[in-house]
């Protein structure tokens, strides 16, 4: 199967050939459950929520906070659509830097929505491949492009979870060491890391027909550094929605909760379950209207906003490639 082939099958949802029918199947029906048990509860919830105080928190938000908050989105999506300028350094492929930022804020806006294997791997398979890359250079990309979000989660959250762990609500019988527990395993992973690059950074491993790469310490840091100030300002959004009612530390640390529940629940854009931990974590601050109130609003900013502008451009990038297509002589 040629790597176009595969690119193909990956963005319309068809599983590679070889793969036993029954298993396929059964992903599909676990997931099926799996997904409707969620939206169940999630319904259940929604009917104890006061929607009159979520309306209320959403026409009181100051034309200013949502300046802000917008101006914030807007800097995270741009610092977001650099992340596979690493990808480009790695592989050495030609791409233009400004097509290269425009294939990943697209694939980026559209994983935020749709999910990953879609929006972040199938887009860019099928936006690369058209610019001419071949389909393992745009593995590559993408697994360097993931390394590096997963790797500043990592450190951020052990740092919040270690340094400033947060304040569970009253009737929790919980304490924070698990999570202060957590935050030191996952720095010393990266500082381990970081460690591991300093010695064997810049080689490659074929383990299994899988090529496992180690970057040169510098793009490491790099990796880490541009990751977690991406992280940052993706709860500075929610914290002036909040209207700086909840420490900034807080807010920060049921993002990055809130992220991971989002993706064992395999469902959409997290949609519904963000938003549960959000209340359930916070709702001892402020009132569960607010809280929901300050997550719409940045849905809409840092979603939906995004997402019309990533279609547009998606379609404009079709059209050009289509254009340039028709257009390439043909062999004789």
Known sequence: MTDRTLSARVLDGRAPAGTRPWWRWAKRAASLVFFAAVVALLGQYAQHIDWDDVLESLGSTPPMALFVAALLAAASHLLYSCFDLIGKRYTGHNLPTLTVMAVTFVSYAFNLCIGSLVGGVGFRYRLYTRLGLKGSVVTRIVSMSMLTNWLGYKLMAGIVFLLHPLALPPGWHLGNH?????????????????????????????????????????MAVLQMTISCVNWSLMAGVIFVLLGQRVPYTDVLTVLLIGAIAGVVAHVPAGLGVFEFVFVALLSHVVSEGTLIG???????????????????????????????????????
Do not use: F, N
């Open 178 to 218: 698990a999570l202060q527990w957590l935050g030191a395993l996952l720095i010393c992973t990266s500082l381990a890391y970081i460690g591991a690059c300093v010695k064997w950074g810049g080689h490659s491993w074929t383990i299994r027909g899988h090529e496992v790469y180690l970057p040169p310490w510098r």
């Open 294 to 332: 300050a997550l719409l609003g940045y849905r809409a900013i840092y979603y939906l906003a995004p997402l019309a502008l990533a279609s547009v451009l998606y379609v404009a990038m079709e059209a050009h490639a289509r254009k340039h297509t028709t257009h390439a002589p043909r062999d004789s």
